[in-house]
T-cell receptor, first 115, second 113 residues
Framework: DQQVKQNSPSLSVQEGRISILNCDYTNSMFDYFLWYKKYPAEGPTFLISISSIKDKNEDGRFTVFLNKSAKHLSLHIVPSQPGDSAVYFCAADPAGGTSYGKLTFGQGTILTVHP | KAGVTQTPRYLIKTRGQQVTLSCSPISGHRSVSWYQQTPGQGLQFLFEYFSETQRNKGNFPGRFSGRQFSNSRSEMNVSTLELGDSALYLC????????????FGPGTRLLVL
């Protein structure tokens, strides 16, 4: 049972345009969400996070939107740069005191930004 | 601050052997989580340690175990290796393991032949 889903395995975007990566979740207990970027042979690098009490969080070129009623979040990258080409993972953290250290990850979306 | 470090970076083992991987968290971080990444299953949570105690565990067989030392460094061990254990093993650290950003190490690539 995949509780966090990234339904697009890949996305191709032109440099300078917007990249939109999507993530859906099924567990209503999730209340904290994160996006990570991963290059081959490296560990995931944290990009941005959002708590369920917000519907938007912005950090430079990266903005995450959360729609709790639809159980959907998205990451917008504007403008996209070739260096953004990587695998992007969304991850979710459930509410409650027994979820120590456990993030549930989506399968990832490969973003390719063409010059 | 130095980031999360993992050793070794690469390992080749044969079926039936055991392996120990090491993770040093960011200085001051007391929580260490371990994940397995495979092409088919993505990143799967193995377990989490805080102050030398395992607080959370994922759905992996008992062949996967871990421990944490008083300096917060952590090791994970896989016994009786199977071909399907070939994966990238990642550890991540936070201060307390609550609603915090997990910072990942570069991973250990394990190949089981």
């Amino acid at each position: 049972d995949q509780q966090v889903k990234q339904n697009s395995p890949s996305l191709s975007v032109q440099e300078g345009r917007i990249s939109i990566l999507n993530c859906d979740y099924t567990n209503s207990m999730f209340d904290y969400f994160l996006w990570y970027k991963k290059y081959p042979a490296e560990g995931p690098t944290f990009l941005i996070s959002i708590s369920s009490i917000k519907d938007k969080n912005e950090d430079g070129r990266f903005t995450v939107f959360l729609n709790k009623s639809a159980k959907h979040l998205s990451l917008h990258i504007v403008p996209s740069q070739p260096g953004d080409s990587a695998v992007y993972f969304c991850a979710a953290d459930p509410a409650g005191g027994t979820s120590y250290g456990k993030l549930t990850f989506g399968q990832g979306t490969i973003l390719t930004v063409h010059p | 601050k130095a980031g999360v470090t993992q050793t070794p970076r690469y390992l080749i083992k044969t079926r039936g052997q055991q392996v120990t991987l090491s993770c040093s968290p960011i200085s001051g971080h007391r929580s260490v989580s371990w994940y397995q990444q495979t092409p088919g299953q993505g990143l799967q949570f193995l377990f989490e340690y805080f102050s030398e105690t395992q607080r959370n565990k994922g759905n992996f067989p008992g062949r996967f175990s871990g421990r944490q030392f008083s300096n917060s460094r952590s090791e994970m061990n896989v016994s009786t290796l199977e071909l399907g254990d070939s994966a990238l093993y990642l550890c991540a650290s936070t201060d307390r393991g609550g609603k915090e950003t997990q910072y990942f190490g570069p991973g250990t690539r394990l190949l089981v032949l």
